[in-house]
């Protein structure tokens, strides 16, 4: 061979490897990157409580993970649809991407993920009645974030641990759950779980009629949540303490509370909240002897309700 047919050959290899090598790669981090960014935006609206949007969003993320095989990508964005699905009580389908999720997260050896899996299949089963099956699942998330000292991961698992006992009848135990998770979350500054606690022990000391710890409970959520500007908590909260007005015969402040809900959920279109809030607040209308301002209230829920189409 001639060094001058050496030369081309030699250059035409080098073109083609510079060709490869900076293409391919980049090609791979745009899409790796589009897909971060579709599945970022899915959680946003997730958090707004604009279920269908988000799930189109991951949707898109997961096709985007499926096209490069990146695995770890993948798995994460079938436990995002699984809440999704979860939230809107498909219980069975969360269930299944739970599931899917977890065996890619079994296979990378990402003890993180499987831990977060298990906790969402413990809550999805939780959600279909059955706090004893929950609670095996709950408990070997737990020992996996006490293996790792995750303590927000911690207090997760034992304020939905609290829960399975609570359904389970077992108040003083999931009393000591939610107790012990607010803690957790004090120490690692989460305000959402300290809210979450707050709002599920003020439920326990509703079922007791003990209606001062409930008020205190309930109150500290609501504050809690309007510190980091959650509206979907802020909804909650409010709608509790209505509730609980009621049930102590305060009508007129159960009244405002509802109406404060119901504004905040008119605003994030929650349609189900929103329907919720217009039945408590022309049912009250009609206690406190305004039928005309009831009957408004229930011509707004019937424009609203499926069934009234």
């Not at 293409?23 to 935006?41: C, D, F, H």
């Not at 790792?148 to 135990?173: E, S």
Request: charge should be positive.
């Amino acid at each position: 061979m001639s060094v001058k047919r050496f030369f081309y050959l030699f250059l035409s290899v080098l073109i083609l490897t510079a060709w490869t090598g900076c293409g391919t790669p980049s090609e791979v981090r745009r899409k790796q990157s589009q897909a971060v960014e579709l599945e970022n935006k899915g959680a946003d609206f997730f958090q707004q409580g604009q279920y269908l949007r988000s799930l189109g969003y991951y949707q898109r993320a997961l096709r985007g993970y499926e096209s490069i095989d990146h695995r770890e990508g993948v798995a994460r964005t079938l436990n995002h649809m699984g809440t999704v699905f979860q939230a809107t009580g498909r219980i069975h389908t969360a269930l299944e991407y739970y599931q899917r999720s977890l065996a890619i997260h079994s296979d990378l050896g990402n003890d993180a993920g499987m831990s977060l899996n298990l906790n969402n299949i413990g809550s999805a089963t939780l959600s279909l009645g059955k706090p004893q099956a929950a609670l095996e699942f709950l408990q070997k998330s737990l020992a996996m974030e006490e293996k790792r000292g995750d303590l927000k991961g911690q207090a997760v698992r034992w304020n939905n641990i609290g829960l399975a006992y609570r359904q389970l009848g077992q108040y003083d135990r999931a009393m000591e759950c939610y107790i012990r998770a607010k803690g957790l979350n004090e120490k690692s500054g989460n305000l959402a779980g300290i809210a979450d606690n707050l709002n599920n022990m003020g439920a326990i000391y509703e079922s007791r009629k003990d209606w001062t710890r409930a008020l205190e409970a309930y109150r500290g959520a609501l504050e809690t949540d309007k510190k980091r500007e959650n509206s979907l908590g802020i909804s909650t909260g409010l709608a509790n303490l209505g509730r609980l007005y009621e049930k102590m015969g305060e009508k007129e402040k159960a009244l405002d509370h509802y109406l404060r809900a119901w504004r905040v959920n008119e605003s994030l279109g929650l349609k189900e909240r929103i329907l919720y809030d217009l039945e408590q607040i022309a049912s009250l209308y009609e206690a406190l002897g305004n039928p005309q301002e009831a009957e408004k209230f229930r011509k707004r829920s019937r424009e609203l309700s499926p069934s009234s189409k």
